[in-house]
């Protein structure tokens, strides 16, 4: 009965995936960003969401 709960992929994960994929593909082609700028930008909004992650969690170590 368990298995099956664990194998239902998160449908969520799935649909942000999506709308991301539509949002970056209209944000590259508005402001004329090249694959190598876009990429830049993502990894540079990665590493803030990484950072943000860090910053709430560090506290609770104490």
Wanted: hydrophobic residues 40%; contains cysteine.
């Amino acid at each position: 009965m368990y298995k099956d709960i664990l194998n239902i992929p998160n449908k969520n994960i799935i649909h942000a995936e999506k709308y991301a994929s539509k949002y970056f593909k209209d944000l590259q082609k508005h402001l004329n960003l090249t694959d190598a700028q876009m990429i830049r930008v993502l990894k540079n909004c990665m590493s803030n969401l990484k950072k943000r992650n860090f910053e709430k969690k560090w506290w609770k170590i104490f």
